[in-house]
């Protein structure tokens, strides 16, 4: 049978350092919430539910922790800070609801992966009791040192407890520590607070677990995996790790980046076969990408589907509810909302398509502007299969343009245009013979008077 598994998250710290209006795990990282990679890592490797332990924005947090995954999450509230042995007994009573493992992570490391979890577990299976999840640190001040003898954990020493000796160890606890469900809360309950801090820590759950002769092991994971989020610097260098992790899986996966570190994903960016990404794009959440279809320089795309063989930008933003079909273009200078944008067509320089269905093969010029908004209300503008629009049209919504229908340029368009018919919308040009010539001689004596204004006299 498989095994039952509770991940206890914690996010009820204050996160004092990070100087914000709102809790530290709602910041986010390739554009989800920091403790909604910690859930979904959790789901990942198998977790059947979540509690999570919250303090200030209840309620966002909670919601945002079951961003994307089916597995159930129950907050549990810690109101006082007392330490991470404290906080993990806030998840009492789902704890007794029986599971096999019990997992404790950290809402504000969310570099947690799925792999690393599994491991653990994997060893808990193998008849561990306590698994502790270590990291070699490069700098291991702070950290809690992992104190081994004969291939056990025998104890994790918390920084300001730990003697010279001690210190001298490289191998640190990096948050992640498993533990056997049927024991779980009575290890818990054992917890005391003489310490340095005066808080209940959870890290001395080892020494209590060995004492009543149960097994404890560590096992490495990268230091990545376990870097935590305490001020903006430190989420900016976990967004860089995250970044070059997404990356590094979509070039796997098939996708060419020309300056694969200047492109921004977001975590559900979804990159079809072959296609190009060229420098300084940027994709905020809900893109996907069809096959083949190339991102030129200097885009921005967020909630956007984009047909295969599409190309976009240079300079482009779409912004969301854009559809592009199969091979259509939307070129430089171009910003796109709401509009569906059929195969093949094209709008190519300097438009504004928002509000808007275009058919195949339509052909959209320079400067045009769907008027979508009159202020108070927004208006569909519909433009037919294989029509073409003149440069510098303003297409006044609602309106809608016929299939095959044309478009003079400089058109400021209010009412409907049949399929197939030609519509002018401007005043109509008027040529005046040699009135140029007049109109430069007339412009130079006027030059000539401001120069000399007693020469005008005569004039
Ligand atoms: C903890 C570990 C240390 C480990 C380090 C790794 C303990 C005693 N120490 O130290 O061994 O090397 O993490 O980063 O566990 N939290 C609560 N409620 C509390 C206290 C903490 O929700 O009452 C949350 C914090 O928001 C944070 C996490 O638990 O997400 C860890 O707490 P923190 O105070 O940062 O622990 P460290 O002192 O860094
Ligand atoms: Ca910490």
Redesign the pocket.
Same mark, same amino acid.
């Given at each position: 049978m498989a095994r039952t598994c509770l991940a206890v998250v914690?996010?009820? !710290? *204050? /996160?004092t350092r990070m100087k914000s209006s709102k809790s530290?795990?709602l910041h986010t990282v390739g554009n989800l919430p920091l403790i909604a990679h910690v859930t979904r890592a959790a789901a990942s490797a198998g977790v059947g539910k979540v509690a999570l332990?919250v303090?200030r924005d209840a309620g966002s947090v909670t919601a945002a922790a079951g961003i994307g995954i089916e597995v159930p999450v129950t907050p549990v509230e810690?109101t006082?800070?007392?330490?991470?042995?404290?906080?993990v007994l806030m998840a009492r009573d789902v704890i007794a609801e029986g599971y096999d493992d019990i997992v404790v992570l950290? !809402? *504000? /490391?969310p570099l947690i992966s799925p792999e690393s979890l599994a491991a653990a577990t994997a060893k808990r299976a193998g008849g561990a009791d306590v698994v502790v999840l270590g990291f070699r640190a490069k700098d291991p001040t702070?950290?809690?040192?992992l104190i081994e003898r004969d291939g056990e954990l025998v104890a994790?020493r918390?920084?300001k407890e730990a003697s010279d000796e001690e210190l001298a160890i490289d191998f640190?606890?990096?948050?992640v520590i498993t533990f056997s469900g049927s024991e779980a809360v009575s290890l818990l309950e054992a917890i005391g607070n003489a310490n340095a801090?005066g808080?209940?820590?959870?890290?001395?759950i080892v020494e209590i677990a060995r004492a009543r002769g149960l097994r404890c092991v560590a096992i490495e994971a990268p230091e990545e995996d376990?870097m935590?989020c305490?001020t903006r610097a430190e989420l900016a260098e976990i967004e860089a790790v995250w970044q070059a992790r997404a990356r590094h899986a979509a070039m796997l996966s098939g996708v060419s980046m020309i300056d694969p570190g200047s492109v921004f994903l977001s975590f559900d960016t979804e990159l079809g076969n072959d296609v190009v990404i060229e420098p300084n794009v940027w994709f905020g959440p809900g893109v996907r990408v069809g096959a083949c279809a190339v991102i030129h320089a200097f885009s921005h795309i967020e909630g956007a589907e984009i047909g295969a063989g599409a190309m976009i930008g240079p300079f482009a933003r779409l912004r969301p509810g854009t559809e592009l079909g199969e091979k259509a273009k939307v070129g430089n200078f171009c910003e796109t909302k709401k509009a569906r944008i059929g195969a093949g067509a094209k709008v190519n320089h300097l438009s504004y398509i928002g509000d808007a269905i275009i058919g195949a093969g339509a052909n959209i010029g320079a400067g045009t502007i769907t008027c979508n908004y009159d202020g108070v209300n927004k208006h569909v503008t519909e433009i037919g299969a294989g029509a073409f629009i003149g440069s510098n049209s303003s297409l006044v919504a609602p309106v809608r343009i016929g299939d095959g229908a044309f478009v003079g340029s400089g058109s400021v368009i209010t009412t409907d245009v049949p399929d197939d018919a030609l519509a002018l919308a401007r005043a109509r040009q008027e040529t005046k013979p040699g009135r140029a010539e007049r109109l430069r001689e007339k412009l130079a004596a006027i030059k000539a008077l401001k120069k000399n204004p007693s020469s005008g006299q005569q004039g």
């Open positions: 914690l996010a009820a !710290g *204050d /996160a530290k795990v332990v303090g810690q006082e800070r007392k330490g991470t042995g404290h906080a950290y !809402g *504000d /490391a702070g950290y809690g040192r994790i918390e920084h640190c606890n990096g948050g801090k808080e209940y820590y959870l890290t001395d376990m935590g305490n």
